[in-house]
């Protein structure tokens, strides 16, 4: 068995959705001034809100449904920035294979937090 998580920042699911953040920050910067309030905006905000969401879920351990509802949002907020990403390919800002290695992404990360939402007893503090 391997050593114990002591912390979110140790969790595949948290480095996967903040690296994946980090390179949504990083393909906004080129996009149009018009975009900054609404779409780059968006995109961040819902990018960030999966590591945040995640971050606390991890602190919340000891309630089961607090656990469950956080990681819950962190993948309602990973699925809301599959939908940015697509407006940005749609609007020609980012090509198609990024939009699909984004999409890919964050299917990963959805389908690990769906793991600990459908087990979380491993993760809560008993």
């Not at 980090?22 to 910067?29: A, D, G, L, R, S």
């Not at 809100?49 to 351990?61: D, G, M, P």
């Not at 407006?87 to 800002?93: D, L, Q, S, V, W």
Request: aromatic share 10%; glycine share 2%.
């Amino acid at each position: 068995m391997g050593e114990k998580i002591k912390t979110y920042r140790e969790l595949r699911v948290y480095q996967n959705a903040i690296e994946t953040a980090m390179e949504i920050f990083h393909v906004t910067k080129t996009f149009p001034g018009e975009e900054k309030f609404s779409l780059v905006d968006q995109m961040r905000r819902s990018s960030r809100s999966v590591c945040t969401n995640l971050a606390e879920a991890w602190r919340k351990r000891r309630y089961r449904a607090a656990f469950i509802a956080k990681l819950s949002d962190a993948e309602s907020e990973a699925c809301e920035t599959q939908v940015w990403t697509e407006f940005a390919e749609r609007c020609n800002y980012i090509d198609k294979a990024l939009s699909d290695k984004l999409d890919k992404m964050y299917d990963r990360i959805m389908g690990q937090l769906v793991k600990m939402i459908d087990d979380p007893e491993k993760w809560l503090i008993k």
